[in-house]
C-alpha cells in the first residue's frame, strides 16, 4: 500500500485565517506550496467557483481526512482547490460548536477496498465510547444554533455553501433529542439536507422521514457496496423527504452501471458522490480519477444535457501519491470534472 503523505499544517488562528480570507476575497489568490503544481483553475475575484456548465460540483470534507481539518483549515482547502460547495461531515461542525469529544486531527483512511478488519472494541473500550455517546447527546440536545449560524456566515462569506451535513446523530441509538438537533443545525448551517447510512430496519427510516417532515429538510440515504436500484424505494416511499445520497463508485464496484439509477430516480436524489473504482469484475479498488470503471465523463455529461439540480460530490478515496496532499488531489479530481463538463457535445 503507498504511504498517506501527511502535510505539515499548522493550526491557524481564527484572526490568521480571517485575514487570509479577505485578501482573497479581495481579489488576491491565496498561494501556497500546497497548490504548486495543481491543475489551472479559475476563481472569480479570490471566491472559490466550482459550477461548470450548470453542474455544482463539491466535495466531502472526508477528502480532507488525512490532514488537520477544523472548520478554518477546511475552508482554507476549499478555496485553494477551487470548491465552492461542501458536504461538511459532523465532528468538524460540532467541534466549532463546542461539542465535547470530537477531533479533528488527520487520521488514516479507512474506506473500502482496504486490508484487514477493524480489531474488536475491548469492553473497557466499550465503556469509553458509551460514556462518550451519553455526554454528546446530552450536549446535542441542549446547544445553540448560534455557532452554525456563524459557520455558516464564515464559509458564505468566503463563497463556499454548506448543501449537506453529516452528523454522527441518525442512528437508531440516537435520541429523538438528537435528531432533532441534527435537522435543526442544517437548517442552521443552510445545508438542504442531511446524508446518513441506509439503515438496515425500514422503521428507522420511516422515523428519519417524520422528522424531517417536521423540519422541511431532506434526508438522503448514502449506499455503499450494497446499493442496488431499489435499494432506496421503501424509504422513498415512506416520506417524501427521504430521498438519496448514491456513490457512484461503490454503485460500479458492487457490479452495476450507474446511468439507470440517475435516469429513474434523478428527482429524489439529494446529492451524489463521485469516485473512480474498478468495477466489480476488476476488483471494485479505488483509483485515481480516470484510471477506474466509474463513468465519470458519462454522469457529469446527462447532468448537463438533463440540467439535474443535485450536487456532485467529490469524495477523494485513493491513496495519496508520494509528493502529493489531499488539497492537491481534491484539486486534480475537480479539473476532471471542469474539463468534461466544458467539453463541446
Known amino acids: 500500500m503507498k504511504k498517506v503523505a501527511i502535510r505539515n499544517t499548522s493550526t491557524l488562528t481564527r484572526r490568521d485565517f480571517m485575514g487570509k480570507t479577505a485578501l482573497a476575497i479581495g481579489g488576491i489568490a491565496i498561494v501556497t506550496p500546497s497548490v504548486i503544481g495543481a491543475p489551472a483553475i479559475s476563481k472569480n475575484l479570490g471566491k472559490p467557483n466550482s459550477k461548470f456548465n450548470g453542474v455544482q460540483i463539491g466535495a466531502i470534507s472526508y477528502s480532507f481526512r488525512s490532514l488537520p481539518n477544523n472548520a478554518e483549515q477546511l475552508l482554507k482547502y476549499c478555496i485553494e482547490c477551487n470548491i465552492s460547495a461542501i458536504e461538511l461531515m459532523g465532528d468538524t461542525g460540532e467541534e466549532f460548536a463546542g461539542a465535547p469529544n470530537t477531533s479533528t486531527e488527520p487520521r488514516i483512511p479507512q474506506g473500502p477496498g482496504r486490508a484487514g478488519a477493524r480489531p474488536e472494541p475491548t469492553p473497557e473500550e466499550q465503556a469509553t465510547r458509551q460514556q462518550k455517546a451519553k455526554e454528546i447527546a446530552i450536549w446535542r440536545a441542549a446547544v445553540s444554533m448560534d455557532k452554525f449560524i456563524q459557520l455558516r456566515k464564515m464559509y458564505s462569506d468566503a463563497g463556499v455553501s454548506i448543501y449537506a451535513w453529516k452528523p454522527n446523530a441518525l442512528g437508531e441509538k440516537n435520541t429523538d433529542a438528537e435528531i432533532d438537533y441534527a435537522l435543526r443545525s442544517a ?74 439509477l440517475l435516469e429513474s430516480k434523478h428527482e429524489r436524489i439529494y446529492s451524489m458522490h463521485v469516485k473512480d473504482r474498478k468495477s466489480k469484475v476488476n476488483g ?52 476532471y470534472c471542469r474539463k468534461v463538463l466544458e467539453k463541446k457535445t
Request: a negative charge; charged letters at 20%.
Open 284 to 335: 471494485g479498488t479505488n483509483m485515481p480519477w480516470g484510471e477506474g470503471d466509474t463513468p465519470i465523463e458519462q454522469v457529469l455529461q446527462l447532468m448537463k444535457q438533463n440540467k439535474y439540480k443535485f450536487p456532485a460530490t467529490i469524495e477523494m478515496e485513493y491513496d495519496v501519491p508520494e509528493g502529493s496532499d489531499a488539497v492537491k488531489e481534491v484539486a486534480k479530481c475537480l479539473d
Open 187 to 260: 437548517k442552521a448551517l443552510g445545508a438542504t439536507h442531511v446524508t446518513v447510512e441506509i439503515p438496515s430496519n425500514a422503521g428507522q427510516s420511516k422515523r428519519l422521514g417524520a422528522f424531517a417532515e417536521k423540519h422541511k429538510i431532506g434526508i438522503a440515504y448514502h449506499g455503499h457496496l450494497q446499493q442496488t436500484i431499489t435499494s432506496w424505494d421503501e424509504a422513498l416511499a415512506q416520506s417524501k423527504y427521504n430521498g438519496l445520497n448514491c456513490d457512484l463508485g461503490h454503485y460500479v464496484a458492487a457490479g452495476f452501471d450507474p446511468i439507470p
